[in-house]
């Protein structure tokens, strides 16, 4: 397989402050952390940034519930951001359920400045764990 082929899945952890970002190996079985970004004006750009210096095809982002397993309000500001994401790219964005990520990530790492990259590491390994089990 050339490096064109390879392709790999872009993770995301979107807040109203920062976006977690974590990017599967070539082979969809693992994630890693890579970056936290403001959730700014420049945010649709960096990720499309990204989008293209990974060879990103698919895109796998949070969706955040309440414990009710209803949307909460973080859900709106998230879609809006997928559909500025289609604007440019092609890739599929999957909705990966997620729930008190970052919770589990200060539980285990402490606190950090990447632990909202580590919470999207998280969403993406579930998603590949999921897709790679069936």
Same mark, same amino acid.
């Given at each position: 397989?050339?490096?064109?082929?390879?392709?790999?899945?872009?993770?995301?952890?979107?807040?109203?402050?920062?976006?977690?970002?974590?990017?599967?190996?070539?082979?969809?079985?693992?994630?890693?952390?890579?970056? @936290?970004?403001?959730?700014? /004006? $420049?945010? #649709?750009?960096?990720? !499309?940034?990204?989008?293209?210096?990974?060879?990103?095809? +698919?895109?796998?982002?949070?969706?955040?519930?309440?414990?009710?397993?209803?949307?909460?309000? @973080?859900?709106?500001?998230? /879609? $809006?951001? #997928?559909?500025?994401? !289609?604007?440019?790219?092609?890739?599929?964005?999957?909705? +990966?359920?997620?729930?008190?990520?970052?919770?589990?990530?200060?539980?285990?790492?402490?606190?950090?400045?990447?632990?909202?990259?580590?919470?999207?590491?998280?969403?993406?390994?579930?998603?590949?764990?999921?897709?790679?089990?069936?």
């Amino acid at each position: 397989m050339s490096n064109s082929e390879l392709k790999r899945i872009l993770g995301i952890d979107f807040g109203t402050k920062k976006v977690g970002i974590a990017v599967s190996d070539e082979g969809g079985n693992f994630a890693l952390p890579k970056i @936290v970004l403001p959730n700014d /004006k $420049d945010l #649709v750009y960096n990720v !499309k940034s990204i989008i293209e210096e990974e060879n990103i095809n +698919e895109i796998v982002i949070g969706e955040s519930v309440n414990y009710k397993g209803e949307e909460n309000l @973080v859900m709106k500001d998230t /879609k $809006d951001f #997928v559909e500025k994401l !289609k604007e440019f790219s092609d890739a599929l964005v999957t909705f +990966e359920p997620e729930f008190l990520t970052s919770s589990q990530v200060r539980n285990t790492q402490g606190e950090s400045k990447m632990i909202d990259a580590s919470a999207a590491a998280l969403i993406l390994q579930s998603f590949l764990d999921k897709r790679n089990n069936k």
